[in-house]
């Protein structure tokens, strides 16, 4: 069965510094996006990606956060400076085409812990 | 605010009890899902649902989706211990509601844990 895969599963980083979190989509999938759970929460959406460029972020995406596919497999989530209060879950998530929610594939996540 | 309200938040019962779990919410959704997430993993997909009064079958589990696409419900027949998780539903809200492309709102969850 296809899977959504995401690298590292765990990641620990110092306040200020930044992070990148990589995920790589199902293989023709089209449209990509990024989530959070804070422990205990509930999951929230960060940020949604379709030719290759943001089509949809909420307002916890501010400008520390942005998103990029470097390549034709890899979409990345960059966080410019970590704050103690981003440390969370994130999960990728892709589907094959804008509003398919048939499709709707999440990745295992990172844990993020920012100390 | 909570856009999506799960109830209830917790629920503990023996190995072959029927049970339901539910989602409930103000506003219309134009597609509402069910995913389980075990810990340390993500959601893992169910069900989508689209049509007002819709109900889809998986296996011992039912779910339905209310006619005025407000609400929701997830029925398991004669539980078993491998359905113990949380439970959660998601729903992309219209354009016209304040929702985006496709960003999906989450309740809370259900914890839900079977005894053997």
């Known amino acids: 069965e296809p899977e959504v895969t995401q690298t590292p599963s765990h990641q620990v980083t110092q306040m200020g510094q930044e992070v990148i979190l990589r995920c790589v989509p199902i293989s023709n999938h089209l449209y990509f996006y990024w989530y959070r759970q804070i422990l205990g929460q509930k999951v929230e959406f960060l940020v949604s990606?379709?030719?290759?460029?943001?089509?949809?972020k909420s307002e916890i995406f501010d400008d520390q956060f942005s998103v990029e596919r470097p390549d034709g497999s890899n979409f990345t989530l960059k966080i410019r400076s970590t704050k103690l209060e981003d440390s969370a879950m994130y999960f990728c998530a892709s589907s094959s085409y804008p509003g398919d929610t048939f499709s709707y594939t999440f990745g295992s996540g990172t844990r993020l812990t920012v100390v | 605010t909570q856009l999506l309200e799960q109830s209830p938040q917790f629920l503990s019962i023996q190995e072959g009890e029927n049970l339901t779990v539910y989602c409930n919410s103000s506003s219309v959704f134009s597609s509402l899902q069910w995913y389980r997430q075990e810990p340390g993993e993500g959601p893992v997909l169910l069900v989508t649902?689209?049509?007002?009064?819709e109900v889809k079958k998986l296996k011992r589990l039912t779910f339905q989706f209310g006619d005025a696409r407000k609400d929701s419900s997830l029925h398991i027949t004669a539980a078993q211990p491998g359905d113990t998780g949380l439970y959660l539903c998601a729903g992309v809200l219209p354009l016209d509601s304040g929702g985006g492309a496709d960003g999906l709102t989450f309740g809370k969850g259900t914890h839900l844990i079977i005894q053997p």
């Open positions: 649902v689209v049509t007002g009064g």
């Open positions: 990606f379709y030719n290759n460029e943001i089509s949809e």
